[in-house]
């Protein structure tokens, strides 16, 4: 897998993730319990990307381990993220 796939995959996340979210009430509510509880830390956010950049998958498969752990751990504080903004933008009544 080279760079190029990566990157795929990322682009592809970062644009699904909110239409699944804004689709999908039940994991929307979900997420915002679970960020509420604490269990996710915006730290993990700039080290997977740093991983996900880093990590090469063509040595062994320690390395696509290492990129799967990278990817669930930053799309899911991307996740967290986006339905707390969904729901704090919501409560707010913009117009």
Same mark, same amino acid.
């Given at each position: ?22 689709? =999908? ?6 997420? #915002?319990?679970? &960020?509420?509880?604490? *269990?996710?830390?915006? !730290? ?20 696509? =381990? ?6 669930? #751990?930053?799309? &899911?504080?991307?996740? *967290?993220?986006?339905? !707390? ?11």
């Amino acid at each position: 897998m080279n760079s190029e796939v990566k990157i795929d995959i990322l682009f592809a996340g970062l644009l699904l993730i909110p239409v699944l979210i804004l689709a =999908i009430p039940y994991i929307k509510n979900k997420l #915002v319990i679970l &960020s509420q509880g604490r *269990a996710f830390s915006i !730290l993990s956010l700039p080290i997977s990307a740093y991983l996900i950049y880093d990590i090469s998958i063509e040595s062994n498969v320690f390395g696509l =381990i290492g990129l799967c752990v990278a990817y669930i #751990v930053f799309f &899911s504080t991307y996740a *967290a993220s986006i339905s !707390l903004l969904a729901v704090s933008t919501k409560s707010e009544d913009l117009v």
